[in-house]
């Protein structure tokens, strides 16, 4: 099957197969559009079960990130870039140098950074090779308390607009995986007073949040049916599905996690189940956010302050998908397709 007619082909300007056979580098970057600026996404590594999967997961990111730049109001453009490989096995430093290669070749089109099962530390070696990598130790580092400060605020709204509820004192949280971003969003919620409810494949990662936090714990498969008020997915996407919707007992679905929904109608499904869905990359853009701060020199107060504004983001978007009785989701796909039409527009007449 061509990449143009592919499920998840969004009219991306580019989608790069790299191989390099002497690291045993598999690789695809995809560039989602760049109207707004250079494409900037992560790089994610993972043992996808076929290249297929990998482009369905790269051609679903660099779109989300495309939207993700536009409603956080970034002189960005969307881009992805995935690895297949087993990151606690097949890592090397030559791995991350050749990927680096193929991101110097494409000359400030896609700028790259952490992602799922890579590190600062491993951008450091793509960072030998290009000056196309954001979120270097040098620079803003790791994004993750800053995706989790982005997640907070973005549940505050939700609350608040869902539930009429000023603070977090004693709302009930139930966070899908306590990875990098889901540990610090339980330290930021635990700090306001919400209840937690946890669950991770790592035992000792959810034992960690029960000493930490006092969270409760539960089994993977039974997040979905615990009684909360908000259910926050922070570890792969897809998680709301034909099989996983009966089950949820919360009011809101707000969390880190990229592509969220596994079907454009699970969004309407949730709609009409009245609960809040708080769309994955508009409460997620904490990390891009903090990133856009790095140059001339990174300012943690201002990114922070400018993350913080997600809350305000999100109530504006509930408030006109109401209005025009609308999914968020569809709301924020308008909003973000109209920056990008409008800036598409200046430019043409600019060159014209």
């Not at 099962?117 to 308390?145: F, R």
């Not at 006092?214 to 009684?227: C, Q, R």
Request: glycine share 10%.
């Amino acid at each position: 099957m061509s990449v143009f007619d592919h499920g998840e082909f969004s009219e991306h300007e580019d989608v790069i197969y790299c191989h390099d056979r002497a690291t045993g580098l598999r690789a695809i970057i995809a560039i989602h559009d760049t109207t707004l600026g250079p494409a900037l996404g992560g790089l994610r590594m993972w043992p996808y079960a076929s290249d297929d999967e990998a482009l369905t997961d790269v051609l679903r990111l660099s779109r989300g990130m495309t939207y993700k730049a536009a409603m956080a109001g970034l002189n960005q453009g969307g881009g992805k870039a995935v690895i297949i490989g087993d990151p606690r096995s097949d890592k090397s430093p030559e791995l991350f140098q050749s990927f680096g290669r193929f991101v110097e070749q494409l000359g400030g089109r896609y700028i790259t950074a952490e992602d799922v099962g890579t590190s600062v530390a491993d951008l450091g070696l793509v960072a030998g090779v290009t000056d196309h990598v954001a979120g270097l130790a040098a620079l803003s580092g790791d994004p993750s308390p800053a995706t989790a400060w982005g997640v907070y605020h973005g549940i505050r709204a939700a609350v608040a607009h869902r539930l009429q509820r000023p603070t977090l004192e004693g709302v009930k949280v139930a966070v899908q995986g306590v990875g990098h971003v889901g540990y610090y969003l339980c330290q930021y919620l635990a700090e306001a007073g919400a209840q937690l409810t946890v669950t991770d494949i790592d035992a000792k990662a959810m034992e960690q949040m029960a000493d930490k936090w006092g969270a409760n714990t539960v089994h993977p498969d039974s997040i979905y049916e615990a009684k909360v008020d908000v259910f926050a997915p922070c570890a792969m996407g897809a998680v709301i599905n034909d099989e996983t919707l009966p089950r949820l007992q919360a009011n809101i679905v707000a969390g880190s996690a990229n592509n969220q929904l596994s079907q454009a109608h699970h969004g309407e499904s949730l709609a009409a189940q009245k609960i809040l869905y708080a769309p994955d990359y508009v409460i997620n853009a904490g990390g891009i956010i903090n990133i856009s701060h790095e140059r001339p020199v990174y300012d943690e107060v201002k990114a922070y302050a400018h993350t913080a504004q997600i809350h305000d983001t999100l109530i504006d978007l509930f408030r006109k998908a109401n209005a025009a009785q609308m999914a968020p989701e569809k709301m924020a796909d308008k909003m973000a397709e109209a920056r990008i039409f409008n800036a598409r527009q200046q430019q043409n007449s600019v060159a014209a």
